[in-house]
Nanobody, 117 residues
């Protein structure tokens, strides 16, 4: 069973906005730190943003000020909103969930985001 399922990817306009969602099929989302990575063609996967169970967030410098990450433990959802999209935001975006005390990380299958002018 796929435990993390992303949605919301697609083709976006330069300067536009997006909202990615991740549905977590786990017993409890509270035991995970969750977030988003992305991987552009020919590049390494890089962290976009993360959110702890207490709501503490971190974001990469390249999205600071234009990205918001949120989580809903009850609905077991993680969302990423980005605005002022840039061409370099084009990538496959992956949801992840890192167990807070076990050496275990879940990954989604990824959702393609393409920003076009």
């Amino acid at each position: 069973q796929v435990q993390l399922v992303e949605s919301g990817g697609g083709l976006f306009q330069l300067g536009g906005s997006l909202r990615l969602s991740c549905a977590a099929h786990v017993t409890s989302l509270r035991i995970y730190t969750v977030g988003w990575y992305r991987q552009a063609p020919g590049k390494q996967r890089e962290l976009v943003a993360t959110i702890n169970n207490d709501g503490t967030t971190e974001a990469a410098d390249f999205v600071k000020g234009r990205a918001t990450i949120s989580r809903d433990n009850g609905e077991k959802m993680v969302e990423l909103e980005m605005d002022n999209l840039k061409l370099e935001d084009t990538a496959v975006y992956y949801c992840y969930a890192r167990h807070n005390w076990e050496d275990s990380t879940l990954w989604g299958q990824g959702t393609q985001v393409t920003v076009s002018s």
